[in-house]
């Protein structure tokens, strides 16, 4: 994930569009957890996979 | 002479009931006894429903009297994690938010299903609050302590579960597992666990977590009284949506059929990194025990896990987030921000993360062509201390919460089952658990390979010297 991301800016952003008061006790916590999140995610997009393949969740009417 | 009742196991306990050695009450009331001398310095229970207990107890000894049929687990106290739903008692999910809620209207199914069998609640037990953690700890109730040493974590998120268990209070808990949460606990108190197929048990009037990963299962210090548990607790329940339709498939009486014809295989590849050497040892000692040598490659183990880490962040979060809005002030703090940051993780990462599950669960379920049972390990390390917030593996610095689980993820997350077994090092003063996995359904062969190493001394879960 990219160094550069201004996380605070997206915390802030989120936390608005998501209506979540963020405290600046959290902000810390709650941005590691996000770059945790980000490693998390680049390691599952960095698969191969390939595009047809389905969700996991299957819904059956 | 009666055997102390801390020592008994569930499996001793119904033949004692059953044979008129012992009445249910008299039981009950050394259960009621043990918590009373326990519970002040462990911190596993949150509600003791003792009048319920005795009441309960007093039907089965009336009913013996009668000439009446028992049960399998008769007069066998057991205790619930408190996300199960008990009658008259709020479920609480280990926070404070849930305590403003109306008491539970009924019992949860598995709770029914354990009575039915003669078995008698006797309480609900603390937990990590919402389920999302591994430590056992909690800032509203306390942290659950490990009876082996009570300065130490239980584990989570069914802390109180493997505290109960650990110290003798009762020979049998129930617990829920989303990423580990049966298999944590039970490897830092040093318990026979099983985490069941995805779908195999009823979650009804449970408190939910990550409905994709969510299972029940029970811990005990024998495994013959984990079987017992579970083949009382099978069967169809169309209340919950996500069960399987399967026939009930009882595992008890297969117990002892050995490991004829069981091709068993180390996990390999991500399970052989980031424990502590005691993590690895344990997995070594089983497979000597078992005498097997091979290994298998647990497929892309490691993005299984994050991609499992991911969909709880944000599953989680959705189910919180109404009360991450109006009460933040009420959550555990190691909780919350949590939940704040799944919130704002992009749903893209999320369908991503179930796309490489599907792909993930067809590599794996490849390897049980070829191969019956898998051991890794439960736990990266011994039970860390309480109030510990970061722990060194292998050499990296990480947070305790988030990474207890790192070993127990990647196979909850496709819903296999899968047993804990309490290995004890040459010397260690505390326990640690290694992994039995099978194929979908075959909780059968997972107990039997457990069965097999407790009846060799391979595994075993002592009651907690007081």
Redesign the interface.
Known sequence: MDDQIDWDAFISASAKVLDIAISEDSRPIVRANLELAARMAKLVADFPLDEREEPAPVFRA | MTPAFETMTAHAIAQAVINGEMTARAIVEACLARIAQQDPKLNAFTKVTAERALTHADAIDARRRLGGHLGPLAGVPFAVKNLFDVEEVVTLAGSKINADNLPAGADATLVRKLEAADAILVGALNMGEYAYDFTGENAHYGPSRNPHDPDRMAGGSSGGSGTAVASGMTPIALGSDTNGSIRVPSSLCGLFGLKPTYGRLSRYGTYPFVS?FDHLGPMARSVTDLALAYDAMQGRDTADHAQADRPMEPITPALAQGLAGLRIARAAGYFDKGGEPEAHRAVEIVMEALGASASVDVP?A??GR??A??IT?AEGASLH?DR??TR?NDFDPEV???L???????AA?I?????????Y?SQVLKLFETTDVIIAPATPCFAPRIGQKMMTLAGIDMPVR?NLGMFTQPFSFIGLPVAAAPIWLDGAPLPIGVQIIGAPWREDIVLRVAYHLETIGAARAPVAIA
């Open positions: 994709a892309e490691g993005r994050a991609a880490f991911l962040m987030l991450v809005r933040q919350k921000d949590r704040i940051a799944g919130a704002m993780v992009p990462w369908n991503q993360a179930q796309k490489f599950r599907t792909w669960r988030a």
